[in-house]
């Protein structure tokens, strides 16, 4: 990858959208905040921009992309939705769910982006800057996490900057972001299904559908061995310095992740918000390992449990 190109820096406003929206039309990848992390943005339907983002976050082309879009009206034009998937846009976007559904028939999201599969995965964000370049660019906008694949997931700009300065056209600053882990994703298929739990709680959608979610198999797959959606690669998320879990207290030279003595459900809001800006400073430490504590499994625990399980695979 030719790292040799100048990452252009602006504040988030009005000069900052206006260029984020010109480089996505001229194939550019622009890096801006969503309200779960910064997220690497590339126009959706064109394929040479999709290669470039593959290209400078090293990331698996297998791995589907999600499309962003300004409103529902938008998320129809590219993905069909049934009365289960309806009502859970309607409860939680704009917001950090993300729906994986089949494509229409004239889905302007390019094959790359959603790595040959029949569906899509596809939201819309909440964050204001993010809807703000939406609408100015006028069409979907895929957009992983803004780092290196596979590294911790970025909740500033300062992050994005440390992993793709270079690489990219344009990183958007609006400070960090709220809540600070990836949107959850729901399989619309026969049964609705948690594909990844993340920024909305499983007993909130739940709720909504009046059903359990199904349970996909451990890193599920399609028949033809790709990732149904995004983020449930076995190693992910996952900082150089090895992650110990469970831990009761840190060993001999290790760094000690702790959100209090034991983190209380009502925490976990806050917990979520810091995950990966807390494993970046520890990772930075050169420590033996990081040590962490143990997290409650329910509402928002749940995706950070997933989250630093997936940090600890190969680096027990």
């Known amino acids: 990858m030719n790292v040799s190109l100048k990452t252009l820096i602006l504040p988030a406003g009005v000069a900052a959208v206006a260029a984020a929206a010109r480089f996505l039309r001229d194939g550019g990848l622009v890096a801006f905040p969503t309200e779960t992390v910064y997220g690497l943005g590339a126009d959706a339907a064109n394929s040479a921009a999709i290669a470039r983002l593959y290209q400078a976050k090293g990331r698996p082309a297998f791995n589907p992309l999600i499309a962003h879009v300004g409103d529902l009206k938008a998320a129809q034009q590219i993905a069909r939705f049934d009365a289960a998937a309806l009502a859970l846009a309607e409860a939680f976007w704009p917001g950090p769910l993300t729906l994986v559904l089949p494509k229409t028939k004239d889905c302007p999201v390019a094959d790359l982006a959603t790595a040959g599969l029949d569906s899509v995965a596809v939201r819309i964000p909440a964050h204001p800057v993010a809807r ?185």
């Not at 890193?219 to 009761?248: F, I």
């Not at 050169?286 to 509402?299: F, L, S």
């Open 132 to 316: 703000d370049i939406l609408r100015a660019f006028g069409g979907p906008v895929v957009a992983p996490s803004a780092n290196l694949s596979g590294h911790v997931s970025p909740t500033t700009a300062a992050h994005v900057q440390g992993d793709l300065d270079g690489r990219i056209d344009l990183i958007v600053d609006a400070g960090a972001v709220e809540v600070g882990v990836e949107s959850s994703i729901v399989g619309c298929f026969e049964a609705p299904m948690l594909l990844r739990p993340g920024g909305v709680p499983r007993e909130e959608i739940e709720r909504v559908l009046g059903c359990a979610l199904k349970q996909p198999p451990e890193d599920a797959e399609s028949d033809s061995g790709q990732p149904l959606a995004p983020g449930m690669l076995a190693s992910h998320y996952a900082p150089r310095t090895r992650v110990r879990l469970n831990a009761e207290r840190a060993g001999p030279g290790e760094a000690l992740l702790a959100f209090g003595p034991r983190t209380l459900p009502g925490a976990l809001d806050e917990a979520a918000a810091n995950l990966f800006g807390h494993l970046r400073a520890l990772d930075a430490r050169d420590a033996r390992a990081i040590a962490v504590m143990p997290i409650p499994n329910e509402g928002l625990g749940e995706a950070i449990n997933d989250r630093l399980r997936r940090a600890a695979v190969g680096r027990k």
